[in-house]
């Protein structure tokens, strides 16, 4: 499988925060800006932490963090303009550098998220044309929930956030362009056709109407679209298949660090008793592997419930 890299969208990502900040008139254009923390929002914002507990929000820490949240939080913090004078300017000013550097930091978190498997974005002709249309998609997606200015420190602070999943998201800006047949065999489809996996369905003590898998053991990561296979390198759990409304919607699956909050999970997807299967390995940082017996179990489940085509999966992060 091809190894992409992100750094077309990083480069296309500041090209359009710079963009932004080039529309403004001269009085306005930041000078400097000033990180906020990256555990929290800085003391100094009473407001803004207080928002954050009434919403129960969490600044985002790190790529699993935005796929088990199912959002990417962003804060920063930025100073005026070197000759800005009246304290509006001063405002002004610092809220539009917070602003740039928001947009900043929300595309770092985009580097090291998978799209399927260790497949991202090429710098290739087809592959910027994609990243280039899903970077106006992120943009647009991403919206200001909060801001404040302290005048006493004359520093402005700006919070961002982009659903994960859902219209507008941006899972919805990716898999607009991924899941094309063009695009969907040039960066998720390996050179050589992956065989499907198929058994005969063996009876089950009982009915299974979700599946969650315990990856804690092994170096697994969120991707856009994770997959399972068997030792053999067949394909059980292939969501490049889901219709793309359910992927958008509710994405590829859930995301929680422990089995019961994946079985609560599911519950809101409608999946009353998931089955629960421990991987057994992994066919890179995105893609699971699971024992034969397993295999047999899962797929036996699935031609009953097809809770697998309606994406009723829950992954379980170490």
């Known amino acids: 499988m091809k190894k992409v890299f992100v750094l077309v969208v990083l480069l296309s990502f500041f090209a359009a925060a710079a963009a932004i900040g080039e529309d403004q008139p001269a009085a306005t254009q930041p000078s400097m800006a000033a990180p906020a923390s990256d555990s929290q929002v800085d003391e100094k914002f009473k407001k803004a932490n207080e928002y954050l507990s009434q919403q129960h929000l969490a600044v985002t820490q790190s790529s699993s963090d935005a796929f088990v949240n199912g959002y990417i939080l962003v804060a920063a913090e ?4 070197a000759d800005a004078i009246s304290p509006g300017q001063k405002r002004l000013t610092a809220e539009r550098a917070a602003e740039v550097l928001a947009y900043r930091k929300l595309a770092e978190f985009l580097d090291g998220v998978a ?11 087809l592959q910027y044309d994609l990243v280039r249309v899903a970077v106006a ?8 929930v909060h801001k404040e200015y302290s005048k006493e420190d004359e520093i402005a602070l700006v919070i961002m956030k982009i659903g994960m999943t859902g219209p507008g998201s941006f899972a919805d800006a990716l898999y607009a362009k991924i899941l094309k047949p063009d695009v969907k065999k040039e960066l998720i489809e390996p050179a050589q056709p992956t065989p499907q996996y198929k058994h005969k369905p063996v009876p089950l003590d009982e009915k299974y109407d979700g599946l969650v898998i315990d990856a804690t053991e092994q170096s697994f990561r969120p991707a856009l679209i994770n997959r399972i296979f068997t030792q053999k390198g067949e394909v059980l759990y292939d969501p490049s298949k889901i219709s793309q409304k359910v992927l958008v919607e509710q994405g590829c699956g859930e995301y929680t660090n422990s089995v019961d909050k994946a079985k609560a999970a599911l519950d809101q997807r409608g999946a009353k008793n998931p089955l629960i299967i421990k991987a057994s390995g992994s066919v890179n940082p995105s893609d699971l592997q699971i024992s034969d017996d397993d295999a047999v179990k899962i797929f036996s489940a699935n031609q009953k419930a097809g809770f697998l085509a309606a994406a009723k999966v829950a992954f379980v992060l170490k």
């Open 78 to 81: 930025g100073l005026p303009k």
């Open 115 to 125: 799209v399927a498997g260790d497949s991202l974005v090429k710098d290739a002709a």
């Open 137 to 144: 998609g992120f943009v647009k997606g991403a919206r200001v």
